[in-house]
T-cell receptor, first 113, second 117 residues
Framework: AQSVTQLGSHVSVSEGALVLLRCNYSSSVPPYLFWYVQYPNQGLQLLLKYTSAATLVKGINGFEAEFKKSETSFHLTKPSAHMSDAAEYFCAVSGTNAGKSTFGDGTTLTVKP | DTEVTQTPKHLVMGMTNKKSLKCEQHMGHRAMYWYKQKAKKPPELMFVYSYEKLSINESVPSRFSPECPNSSLLNLHLHALQPEDSALYLC????????????????FGNGTRLTVT
């Protein structure tokens, strides 16, 4: 069984500020973890994934995430927010089938000018 | 541009209508999925097709009927829907289904925005 908790349903940052979106997971097997982004009126797009090769994972658009087993966390960060980063972000953990991925409730990121 | 194409982008239908949603991918993926997404909520899995066979049905009402004519196409037939079925319907695909290969991400289309009146 697996679950994902995203802390903070809304995060607001100023343009140029650090972005930190929190994700904690629970999994009975070694987890495969994903961050997806969803822009308005679009589907979900993969930002990055953790598959045990490296604990610090770099993704698209300057985002990265660090897997911390001891904290069961996979937080998403970006050093400097851009207006175009405003979107909904979902953390997900993979089940035995990618289609059974468990999604967190999502975090809405707002970027203020 | 997304590699999973969904049509139509928007659909309005009455409760007595019959309509279909279509999804197409040409990435050679052998797993295809239907998700339902309500506003500000995560996607909810409805169906999974693996090698063109229905492998998962998440107890979806029979007014939703999936079909996978070939490895590139996925349809969702709609009949006698209710207003609460209004949502964004997302199609997704992944390279390899099944156990042992859990690190494949999902590739989503942009969805069909469905309104039931």
């Amino acid at each position: 069984a697996q679950s994902v908790t995203q802390l903070g349903s809304h995060v607001s940052v100023s343009e140029g500020a650090l972005v930190l979106l929190r994700c904690n997971y629970s999994s009975s097997v070694p987890p495969y973890l994903f961050w997806y982004v969803q822009y308005p009126n679009q589907g979900l797009q993969l930002l990055l994934k953790y598959t045990s090769a490296a604990t610090l994972v770099k993704g698209i658009n300057g985002f990265e995430a660090e897997f911390k087993k001891s904290e069961t966390s996979f937080h998403l960060t970006k050093p400097s927010a851009h207006m175009s980063d405003a979107a909904e972000y979902f953390c997900a953990v993979s089940g035995t089938n990618a289609g059974k991925s468990t999604f967190g409730d999502g975090t809405t990121l707002t970027v203020k000018p | 541009d997304t590699e999973v194409t969904q049509t139509p982008k928007h659909l309005v239908m009455g409760m007595t209508n019959k309509k279909s949603l279509k999804c197409e991918q040409h990435m050679g993926h052998r797993a295809m999925y239907w998700y339902k997404q309500k506003a500000k909520k995560p996607p909810e899995l409805m169906f999974v097709y693996s090698y063109e066979k229905l492998s998962i049905n998440e107890s979806v009402p029979s007014r939703f009927s999936p079909e996978c004519p070939n490895s590139s196409l996925l349809n969702l037939h709609l009949h006698a829907l209710q207003p609460e079925d209004s949502a964004l319907y997302l199609c997704a695909s992944s390279p390899t289904p099944g156990q042992g290969v859990r690190n494949s991400p999902l590739h989503f289309g942009n969805g069909t925005r469905l309104t039931v009146t």
